[in-house]
Nanobody
């Protein structure tokens, strides 16, 4: 059974940085893409970033382009989201996700973590 566990959330001032981590346990097979989503209070969950199994392709939501960077270390079964220049509107619960279907890249995920809270104060 595949499990994803996020960490690294917290409270940060606007303009600051945080790095989220997502550790995958259990057996995955084939090309396992991984991504980050977020859900703010009263809003629907939205796509943030995705990375393919070998890191060869990434994609970002327009709202985070140039500020967030997704990466992964398959040897450590870990994915990261480096978040810089944080804004109050980045406040949300951040979820990591994993999936086997390459397309569509930004959706169709099979496994989800429990989420980690990120709060950005103004």
């Amino acid at each position: 059974q595949v499990q994803l566990v996020e960490s690294g959330g917290g409270l940060v001032q606007a303009g600051g940085s945080l790095r989220l981590s997502c550790v995958v346990s259990g057996r995955t097979f084939g090309a396992y893409k991984m991504g980050w989503f977020r859900q703010a209070p009263g809003k629907e969950r939205e796509f943030v970033a995705v990375i393919t199994w070998n890191g060869g392709s990434t994609a970002y939501a327009d709202s985070v382009k140039g500020r967030f960077t997704i990466s992964r270390d398959n040897a450590k079964n870990t994915m990261y989201l480096q978040m810089n220049s944080l804004k109050p509107e980045d406040t949300a619960v951040y979820y990591c996700a994993g999936g086997y279907r390459l397309a569509p890249l930004q959706s169709e995920f099979d496994h989800w973590g429990q989420g980690t809270q990120v709060t950005v104060s103004s």
